[in-house]
């Protein structure tokens, strides 16, 4: 057997459950595996022969990053050595002679060593919740019929809303359980009735395995998220040349055949998790002028195809609605869509249309009648 080497395991108990904790210790120990020390997710272990050992969590004071000497000394003297203290929450104390006498003894007492974490707890909620009001907020004038939901929420990544206010949630609720539980805990004892050291804590892994995989999933979200900024440069104006391969580019050429020779591109991309694909791409007159555009082309492919048509009604609302107010429109008749619009006005002509999961658009600065296009735009973008 290997002696003095140490191993990592993942803590299958949810933060505050004292007994649960105490028992997952001591049964690891009877396996041979000895704590060092108690982090957030991993607790660490020196693998020795098998013991019978207790462990007991003792609260520990703001901000302590070890026990004040007078605890110390208290459980020194009674036969209790002390281990290390998990994230300013819990003291870690040891016991290898079962003759070693409990510390606590009057559970009214032992009640009041809750009393500080409890409050902790109480105070972190309650922050926590004065938050919910300012996001209930932002959700009804959102989501709200008639409000611009599908940029915020759809087309552009949002930090808070993809990543950081789902790990605010997780974490709401596992203080909110913990809370709960210490406040039983705490009534139970104030009633005068024992703290029960053992405890069934492999009831609560399932909770513990969605905790963590929610967790490390919002995690790898940002990860990934951050990879694609920079691996494709997202917002950033770049030659259209370096254009993927499998990107569909409507050509100017083809649409106005008096720009064959002469006419330049750029393209910027957009990405979030429900639009993945999203690309706006320019072609003007001059390489170095970027108020002289002929054609610009906004494409999408959302990841449902539930999405589309909420994509495709925030291009119309934008580019008719808002850049054209003025323009006429009309809905264009054709089986090459399941939907289009076509809008003109003096300043240009727009194509809106949609099919499965692709949203395309269209504006073009010239004397071509666009809709003889809509042919060739389904074959370069469906």
């Known amino acids: 057997m290997a002696v003095n080497k140490n191993y990592h395991r993942i803590i299958p108990v949810?933060?505050?459950?004292?007994?649960?904790?105490?028992?997952?210790?001591?049964?690891?120990a009877e396996k041979g595996f000895f704590l060092t020390d108690l982090g957030a997710y991993l607790g660490h272990f020196r693998k020795t022969e098998p013991k019978t050992v207790r462990y007991r969590l003792e609260p520990a004071g703001k901000n302590e990053q070890r026990p004040n000497p007078e605890l110390y000394e208290i459980y020194k003297e009674n036969g209790w050595r002390y281990i290390t203290t998990r994230s300013k929450m819990f003291h870690v104390f040891m016991a290898e002679d079962a003759t070693a006498p409990e510390i606590h003894t009057d559970p009214v007492i032992q009640s009041g060593t809750l009393k500080k974490i409890v409050r902790q707890l109480v105070i972190s909620l309650t922050v926590a919740?004065?938050?919910v009001p300012l996001f209930v907020i932002f959700s009804v004038s959102v989501f709200w019929p008639g409000g611009d939901w599908v940029r915020p929420v759809l087309l552009d990544f949002n930090y808070n809303l993809y990543v950081v206010f789902p790990i605010y949630i997780l974490v709401s609720i596992g203080a909110f359980i913990s809370a709960a539980r210490l406040i039983k805990l705490r009534r139970r004892l104030h009633k005068g009735l024992p703290f029960e050291h053992r405890r069934k804590y492999k009831r609560g892994i399932v909770l513990r395995i969605i905790e963590l995989c929610a967790t490390f999933a919002c995690v790898f979200a940002l990860v990934v998220s951050l990879i694609v900024y920079a691996?494709?440069?997202?917002?950033n104006h770049k030659p259209l040349s370096e254009i993927r391969r499998d990107v569909p580019v409507l050509s100017l050429a083809e649409i106005d055949p008096g720009y064959?020779?002469?006419?330049?591109g750029s393209f910027n991309r957009g990405y979030t998790p429900l639009v993945p694909v999203q690309y706006t791409i320019f072609q003007r007159k001059e390489a170095n002028d970027p108020y002289q555009i002929v054609l610009q082309t906004n494409y999408y492919k959302a990841a449902f195809p539930c999405l589309t048509k909420h994509v495709y009604n925030e291009q119309n609302r934008f580019f008719i609605e808002f850049l054209e107010h003025n323009a006429d429109y009309e809905p264009l008749a054709t089986p090459l869509f399941d939907e289009a619009v076509y809008c003109s006005s003096d300043l240009a002509q727009t194509i809106i249309a949609y099919r499965n999961k692709t949203v395309i658009v269209v504006r073009y600065y010239g004397d071509e009648y666009l809709p003889d296009k809509l042919d060739l735009i389904a074959d370069t973008f469906l």
Do not use: C, K, P, R
Not at 14 to 28: H, K, P, Q
Not at 260 to 264: E, F, K, P, Q
């Open 14 to 28: 949810t933060n505050y459950d004292i007994a649960g904790m105490e028992t997952w210790l001591s049964d690891m």
């Open 129 to 131: 919740v004065a938050f």
């Open 231 to 235: 691996a494709t440069g997202v917002g």
């Open 260 to 264: 064959v020779h002469g006419s330049y």
